[in-house]
């Protein structure tokens, strides 16, 4: 399996940018997907970002135009650039990897992914 860490977590003021990092034991282009997730109190995880290695990539509604995933192979690197936060982003923000996805049409589906960090907690006070 894929190990993974995730870090660049913090807390800032409404509309201000956090990078968030995710390392990897392995190159990012041995996953078929790499994504981001996250998981606030009281709310299912949800699908935030995600890259078809290689390939295109996927956001959720609520982050496009301010979230931009990019890959780093050259560093093992799954990175996700958030600007323009909002108190609604306020989340456990996980990093996870497919190896083997379950129907490789849903890149922002928890249920493709094999391997998960432990995630970084990210605050956006208004």
């Known amino acids: 399996q894929v190990q993974l860490g995730e870090s660049g977590g913090g807390s800032v003021q409404a509309g201000g940018s956090l990078r968030l990092s995710c390392a990897a034991s392995?190159?990012?282009?041995?996953?078929?997907?790499m994504g981001w997730f996250r998981q606030a109190p009281g709310k299912e995880r949800e699908g935030v970002a995600a890259v078809r290695t290689g390939g295109s990539t996927y956001y959720a509604d609520s982050v496009k135009g301010r979230f931009t995933i990019s890959q780093d192979n050259a560093k093992n690197t799954l990175d996700l650039q958030m600007n323009s936060l909002k108190p609604e982003d306020t989340a456990m923000y996980y990093c996870?990897?497919?190896?083997?996805?379950?129907?490789?049409?849903?890149?922002?589906?928890?249920?493709?992914?094999?391997?998960w960090g432990q995630g970084t907690q990210v605050t956006v006070s208004s």
């Open positions: 392995e190159y990012t282009y041995t996953s078929y997907f």
């Open positions: 996870a990897a497919a190896r083997s996805p379950r129907s490789y049409l849903r890149p922002l589906s928890s249920y493709e992914y094999d391997d």
